[in-house]
């Protein structure tokens, strides 16, 4: 299984980036997707997901209303559309994903996912 994100890169704050994950050897379809991200210094956090049984999408709290997440099953690709961003939003995002299902509380733990991408560097500059 291979995540692949893609996307990243240098934005001056108030701007927008467009992140997407495409998957091989996985059907995200199958299971949980969620981005997260890690800041320097930091812990890995959730910032968007889907559960496997319903296409609403799950948000922490501070991306609401700035993120959508979204998917496109015929292309097998999750995409994280970040608009306002902050020099807080700086940091390493990752796509993750798994089989099966999990309860939702557990969307926002990283354990809960077995299969990772790479990460791709957001950098937002004041």
């Known amino acids: 299984v291979q995540l692949q994100a893609s996307g990243g890169g240098l934005v001056q704050a108030g701007g927008s980036l467009r992140l997407s994950c495409a998957a091989s050897?996985?059907?995200?379809?199958?299971?949980?997707v969620a981005w997260f991200r890690q800041a320097p210094g930091k812990e890995r956090e959730f910032v968007a997901g889907?559960?496997?049984?319903?296409?609403?999408?799950y948000y922490a709290d501070s991306m609401k209303g700035r993120f959508t997440i979204s998917r496109d099953n015929a292309k097998n690709t999750v995409y994280l559309e970040m608009n306002s961003l902050k020099p807080d939003d700086t940091a390493v995002y990752y796509c993750?994903?798994?089989?099966?299902?999990?309860?939702?509380?557990?969307?926002?733990?990283?354990?809960?996912?077995?299969?990772w991408g790479q990460g791709t560097l957001v950098t937002v500059s004041s």
């Open positions: 889907f559960q496997v049984w319903n296409s609403n999408p």
């Open positions: 050897g996985h059907t995200f379809s199958s299971g949980p």
């Open positions: 993750a994903a798994r089989n099966g299902r999990i309860i939702t509380s557990s969307l926002k733990r990283a354990g809960a996912y077995a299969y």
